[in-house]
């Protein structure tokens, strides 16, 4: 499985924008998916994972309630649509897959990566 996520762009504060993760490959049904994000300066972090039946979501405290995961295993694509978007949330964006795994919050969990999209939130 080979990842790419798009969907980034420039938003101002208390908007919305969607990003998509879209993998290549006939196993895509068989990968937990997670979202991570990385702002200049600071560490990466789990955002959002989705398990590979779609049916455990997992997010973090920070953006509960505005952020969503949601997958389409039809079309090999996993979103995050992101809601009420605050200046913090800038960062690159990135989707990352594991096989068959629990969907946990640490990056060395998975194994497949894709490239960063870039999310700027402005105030």
């Known amino acids: 499985v080979q990842l790419q996520a798009c969907g980034g762009g420039l938003v101002q504060a208390g908007g919305s924008l969607r990003v998509t993760c879209a993998a290549s490959g006939r196993t895509f049904s068989t990968y937990t998916v997670a979202w991570f994000r990385q702002a200049p300066g600071k560490e990466r972090e789990f955002v959002a994972g989705?398990?590979?039946?779609?049916?455990?979501?997992y997010y973090a405290d920070s953006v509960k309630g505005r952020f969503s995961i949601s997958r389409d295993n039809a079309k090999n694509t996993v979103y995050l649509q992101m809601n009420s978007l605050k200046p913090e949330d800038a960062a690159v964006y990135y989707c990352?897959?594991?096989?068959?795994?629990?969907?946990?919050?640490?990056?060395?969990?998975?194994?497949?990566w894709g490239q960063g999209t870039q999310v700027t939130v402005s105030s």
């Open positions: 990352a897959a594991a096989a068959w795994a629990p969907v946990l919050r640490s990056q060395d969990a998975y194994n497949v």
């Open positions: 989705i398990s590979w039946s779609g049916g455990t979501l």
